[in-house]
């Protein structure tokens, strides 16, 4: 057995053993028992969750992160256990196993972490985007590029989202919310803006199957494909425009304007294994099976005038199995989205991230947001 499905083994027995415990029945959000908390884990596909916010201390007082927000979590691909958890306000916390708790970043500022990139390659290397800066950790998050690896010159703009190719890690992208794409093509020595759009950047997504796909969505549900070149050469002076050509810009809209997307981006997912792409927003879920050439409408449960989406996960193993979770329920499909099954959220809080355990997609992560 390889070393990686014994930890995964053992994260499981840990896990097993502590949640028949005290495991958390989905239940009413307005139930006087359900769990004010920030990370919910299932072991079981969603059936049950426990709360995971424990933060380790030698201190007698006992830690947690449970009052938090989450913005987001980011699996380490390579690592399913090492997860980075990027808050509302209160920066960054890290786990390399959540049954031993949570840890706190340390020189970041305390402050809305927009994205978190691992690099494919390298574990202990992490981009962070917090504010209008971009920064790295070349040693597990122990010290940060001091300055920012990225700063835009306005403080009013953030940086929103990172990509790292994986075809070639030298090349990483960012997105703002003044509309630029830029590119490092040396791991973020330097930057050069490939596009400008006239809103905010908020996602870019490269593709899994092929790394000179990249997808872009923007602040009003505007979705873009693009081409860009991978093989990258900063050594070659002669090479440098070809190093940043973008090329087969596509507006998707034009296929899109078949469908009511709103005005709510939440997601764009790319299955690794056959490269359906799911695109969600938070009245309906669209999937393509043909990089965004057409798309079809998953028929949910509730009315599209009624949906409230606010994430969505497709297992990378089958993307067959689609969850996604509001501010009251969790709902599940294991056969494409022609049927679902739904259970309360075990919280009085409002779902705001869902992720599966590429390893073992029986494990799945929820991170929440307090109703306002």
């Known amino acids: 057995m390889s070393v990686s499905?014994?930890?995964?083994?053992?994260?499981?027995?840990?896990?097993?053993?502590?949640?028949?415990?005290?495991?958390?029945?989905?239940?009413s959000s307005g139930d006087k028992t359900a769990v004010d908390s920030s990370v919910f884990?299932?072991?079981?596909?969603?059936s049950t969750w426990r709360p995971m916010v424990s933060?380790?201390?030698?201190?007698?007082?006992?830690?947690?992160?449970s009052d938090i927000?989450?913005?987001?979590?980011?699996?380490?691909?390579?690592?399913?256990?090492?997860?980075?958890l990027a808050s509302f306000d209160r920066g960054l916390f890290y786990t390399y196993n959540i049954a031993n708790g949570w840890n706190k970043v340390a020189g970041l500022p305390e402050t809305t972490v927009n994205a978190v990139q691992v690099h494919t390659k390298y574990q202990c290397l992490i981009y962070a985007a917090a504010a209008n800066r971009l920064y790295r950790s070349n040693d597990c998050t122990r010290t940060w590029s001091r300055d920012g690896l990225y700063v835009d010159n306005d403080p009013s703009v953030s940086v929103n989202t990172i990509a790292i190719d994986h075809y070639n890690t030298?090349?990483?992208?960012?997105?703002?919310s003044r509309g630029e794409i830029i590119k490092s093509i040396d791991g973020g020595g330097s930057w050069r803006t490939i596009q400008k759009l006239e809103e905010g950047v908020t996602h870019l997504i490269i593709s899994p199957l092929d790394s000179r796909l990249i997808f872009v969505a923007t602040a009003s549900n505007h979705i873009f494909s693009f081409s860009s070149n991978t093989d990258t050469n900063p050594g070659n002076s002669a090479d440098v425009e070809r190093n940043f050509l973008v090329e087969n810009w596509t507006d998707l809209d034009d296929v899109l304007s078949d469908y009511d997307l709103g005005s709510n981006f939440k997601d764009l997912i790319i299955g690794a294994r056959d490269g359906y792409m799911f695109l969600?927003?938070?009245?309906?879920?669209?999937?393509?099976p043909d990089?965004?050439?057409?798309?079809?409408?998953?028929?949910?449960?509730?009315?599209?005038?009624?949906?409230i989406i606010n994430a969505i996960a497709v297992n990378p193993q089958d993307s067959k199995e689609i969850c996604y979770v509001t501010n009251t329920n969790f709902f599940r499909s294991i056969d494409g989205g022609a049927t679902w099954s739904t259970k309360n959220?075990?919280?009085?809080?409002?779902?705001?991230e869902l992720l599966i355990d590429f390893a073992n997609p029986n494990i799945l992560y929820l991170g929440t947001v307090k109703l306002k």
């Open 291 to 307: 990089n965004g050439i057409t798309w079809e409408n998953l028929k949910l449960i509730t009315p599209e005038k009624d949906s």
């Open 55 to 65: 933060i380790p201390t030698t201190e007698g007082r006992a830690q947690t992160i």
């Open 69 to 84: 927000n989450v913005n987001s979590i980011t699996m380490d691909p390579q690592d399913s256990l090492a997860l980075y």
């Open 5 to 27: 499905k014994i930890k995964i083994s053992l994260l499981l027995l840990v896990l097993a053993l502590a949640t028949s415990a005290c495991s958390v029945s989905t239940t």
């Open 41 to 46: 884990l299932s072991t079981d596909s969603g």
């Open 170 to 176: 030298s090349n990483i992208y960012i997105g703002t």
């Open 280 to 288: 969600a927003t938070s009245k309906l879920i669209l999937r393509s």
């Open 345 to 352: 959220l075990p919280t009085k809080r409002a779902g705001r």
